[in-house]
């Protein structure tokens, strides 16, 4: 079956499924606060439940590079088999949690490991997948990740009917019974599981191995462009996970409860039509033009530009629902080729390393402009805060369309 036409699709819906419970069970924990601080009253402390957002943020922040290394060298399915085990049992544990450190510390070990997944997922996939299905199969399981964020959304929902430790036991053991599932029908790539490794018995040989990934990246200047083409849109991208429910409450001056659920629901669905419509075109298009994942992925960049203008300034219903609508299929098309894009500048040896790296620069992002965006709330000005971020977009944007020309659309 692994040698199948069908299996690299196989491989896209196994990893789907992981992607979901990636994010499902790290959000969980942030619908859950009201339910958690009965029993373990420091949650009732807005700035000890920050503490646990971000011990999170920074460990999955500094892993993501050091996942990715691992990656390149390593099995990718035992990684991700024992990844998706570790923060499931993890997400088991927490439902027995009695005491705020107990919490910290689970929730750490979390961030440690979910960073090993995403690198050897995205690489995973690339390598089953040529020109004609590379974009497309990674914006599919892009929407796993989408998908996992919503439903984790649910988590107080399923705590209510029961209680949180119940919600928290049974999603861990859902995840522990997948990983078995994994075992069985995930394999790795023989080309990959046989490159060639240092020889252990040299120190040199090894240190070597480690970092020449790293050195061969970083005096790579399209990856510098790639990197840049990465971390700026991801300004946008945290900033409407996290502040979007605020925007949308403020522009239409409509309650929270009605801004949280509209402003999630108009993201995801559009991020979802987005993936396979940019996955789709790059495609077909990079069949015909080698910079056609380039131009796909700029026409998702530019699509986001009027949104978050859009976003910033609009005061009626169609204005800013409209613009949410906007970014998430611009985000999409964008979300979709980031791989493809990269497989075009970076040897499948060192991908791994160099979207971990790319995801740590997306996550200290994340959080800069998590917090700059909260400061700017505070001062009546995030309308104008989203609006800014269309100016970083618009450099990457230009920057990433003057320098990346690839020769080819996988290289070796």
Not at 299 to 312: F, M, V
């Given at each position: 079956?692994?040698?199948?036409?069908?299996?690299?699709?196989?491989?896209?819906?196994?990893?789907?499924?992981?992607?979901?419970?990636?994010?499902?069970?790290?959000?969980?924990?942030?619908?859950?606060?009201?339910?958690?601080?009965?029993?373990?009253?420091?949650?009732?402390?807005?700035?000890?439940?920050?503490?646990?957002?971000?011990?999170?943020?920074?460990?999955?922040?500094?892993?993501?590079?050091?996942?990715?290394m691992i990656a390149d060298r390593l099995n990718r399915k035992w990684l991700i088999v024992g990844s998706l085990f570790v923060w499931s049992f993890v997400t088991y544990l927490m439902g027995v949690a009695e005491t705020f450190n107990q919490v910290f510390w689970l929730?750490?070990?979390?961030?440690?490991?979910?960073?090993?997944?995403?690198?050897?997922?995205?690489?995973?996939?690339?390598?089953?997948?040529?020109?004609?299905?590379?974009?497309?199969?990674?914006?599919?399981?892009?929407?796993?990740?989408?998908?996992?964020?919503?439903?984790?959304?649910?988590?107080?929902?399923?705590?209510?009917?029961?209680?949180?430790?119940?919600?928290?036991?049974?999603?861990?053991?859902?995840?522990?019974?997948?990983?078995?599932?994994?075992?069985?029908?995930?394999?790795?790539?023989?080309?990959?599981?046989?490159?060639?490794?240092?020889?252990?018995?040299?120190?040199?040989?090894?240190?070597?191995?480690?970092?020449?990934?790293?050195?061969?990246?970083?005096?790579?200047?399209?990856?510098?462009?790639?990197?840049?083409?990465?971390?700026?849109?991801?300004?946008?991208?945290?900033?409407?996970?996290?502040?979007?429910?605020?925007?949308?409450?403020?522009?239409?001056?409509?309650?929270?409860s009605q801004a949280g659920p509209m402003s999630t629901i108009t993201i995801a669905l559009s991020s979802f039509i987005g993936v396979i419509l940019g996955g789709t075109l790059s495609d077909k298009w990079v069949q015909k033009n080698i910079r056609g994942r380039v131009?796909?992925?700029?026409?998702?960049?530019?699509?986001?530009?009027?949104?978050?203008?859009?976003?910033?300034?609009?005061?009626?219903?169609?204005?800013?629902?409209?613009?949410?609508?906007?970014?998430?299929?611009?985000?999409?098309?964008?979300?979709?080729?980031?791989?493809?894009?990269?497989?075009?500048?970076?040897?499948?040896?060192?991908?791994?390393?160099?979207?971990?790296?790319?995801?740590?620069?997306?996550?200290?992002?994340?959080?800069?402009?998590?917090?700059?965006?909260?400061?700017?709330?505070?001062?009546?000005?995030?309308?104008?805060?989203?609006?800014?971020?269309?100016?970083?977009?618009?450099?990457?944007?230009?920057?990433?369309?003057?320098?990346?020309?690839?020769?080819?659309?996988?290289?070796?």
């Amino acid at each position: 079956m692994k040698n199948s036409k069908i299996y690299p699709w196989i491989v896209v819906a196994l990893l789907w499924g992981v992607a979901l419970l990636n994010y499902m069970d790290r959000q969980m924990l942030s619908t859950m606060k009201d339910a958690m601080q009965v029993d373990i009253v420091e949650l009732q402390s807005a700035t000890n439940f920050g503490r646990l957002m971000a011990v999170f943020l920074w460990i999955y922040g500094f892993m993501s590079p050091i996942s990715g290394m691992i990656a390149d060298r390593l099995n990718r399915k035992w990684l991700i088999v024992g990844s998706l085990f570790v923060w499931s049992f993890v997400t088991y544990l927490m439902g027995v949690a009695e005491t705020f450190n107990q919490v910290f510390w689970l929730r750490a070990l979390m961030g440690v490991s979910e960073a090993l997944y995403i690198p050897a997922g995205l690489s995973l996939i690339a390598d089953y997948h040529g020109e004609k299905s590379r974009s497309l199969a990674v914006g599919i399981h892009m929407t796993g990740l989408y998908t996992g964020q919503a439903i984790g959304g649910f988590g107080a929902t399923v705590a209510a009917a029961f209680s949180w430790h119940t919600t928290f036991h049974w999603f861990g053991i859902i995840g522990i019974a997948y990983a078995f599932v994994l075992v069985l029908f995930l394999r790795d790539k023989k080309e990959h599981v046989k490159v060639e490794r240092p020889e252990p018995s040299s120190k040199n040989g090894e240190k070597a191995g480690l970092f020449k990934g790293l050195s061969l990246l970083f005096s790579n200047i399209a990856f510098w462009v790639i990197l840049l083409y990465f971390a700026a849109p991801s300004l946008p991208g945290w900033a409407t996970k996290n502040w979007l429910p605020t925007l949308f409450a403020e522009n239409l001056d409509i309650p929270m409860s009605q801004a949280g659920p509209m402003s999630t629901i108009t993201i995801a669905l559009s991020s979802f039509i987005g993936v396979i419509l940019g996955g789709t075109l790059s495609d077909k298009w990079v069949q015909k033009n080698i910079r056609g994942r380039v131009y796909t992925g700029a026409i998702g960049l530019g699509l986001t530009i009027p949104s978050l203008l859009l976003l910033g300034f609009g005061h009626s219903f169609v204005a800013v629902v409209g613009a949410g609508l906007l970014f998430g299929i611009g985000y999409g098309i964008f979300d979709a080729n980031n791989m493809p894009i990269l497989c075009q500048f970076v040897s499948s040896k060192y991908r791994a390393t160099a979207y971990g790296i790319m995801n740590m620069t997306g996550v200290f992002a994340g959080e800069f402009i998590t917090d700059l965006l909260g400061k700017w709330t505070d001062g009546g000005n995030l309308g104008l805060g989203f609006a800014m971020l269309a100016i970083i977009v618009f450099i990457a944007l230009a920057v990433q369309l003057y320098f990346l020309r690839p020769k080819t659309d996988n290289m070796e």
